[in-house]
């Protein structure tokens, strides 16, 4: 049954979009029965944002889950994004971060 898998809804929300575009990204969203809304796809020209965390768990209302991606480089960052609510952390300096170091790259 494929409605057992988690859906995840993707875009690069903070490189291109108006907060209001956000919003309606979101609406469509879990109107698309999304499990999971996501702040960067990692090919865009930025990363997870604390403002765009925010909104997106704003207008999810905890009807989605919100996965933090993009940027995310160290543990304090990612405790800041944990503190608002996200439920996953995308980031390819997990090793790092688990240490206390600073990742590297995007």
Same mark, same amino acid.
């Given at each position: 049954? +494929?409605? !057992?898998?988690? *859906? @995840? @809804?993707?875009?690069d929300l903070g490189n291109y +979009? *108006?907060? =209001?575009e956000k919003r309606l990204a979101c609406k469509l969203a879990l109107e698309a029965h999304a499990d999971f809304v996501k702040? !960067? *796809?990692?090919?865009?020209?930025?990363?997870?944002t604390l403002a765009d965390v925010k909104l997106m768990k704003e207008c999810v209302q905890g /009807?989605? /889950?919100v996965k933090?991606?993009?940027?995310? @480089?160290?543990? =304090?960052t990612a405790m800041q994004y944990v503190a608002l609510g996200v439920e996953r952390i995308g980031t390819s300096n997990g090793i790092a971060i688990? /240490?206390?170091e600073k990742g590297t790259g995007y």
């Open positions: 049954d +494929l409605h !057992s898998f988690p *859906t @995840r @809804r993707s875009s +979009l *108006t907060d =209001e702040t !960067s *796809t990692g090919f865009g020209t930025g990363g997870a /009807k989605a /889950k933090a991606s993009g940027g995310i @480089r160290d543990y =304090e688990l /240490k206390g």
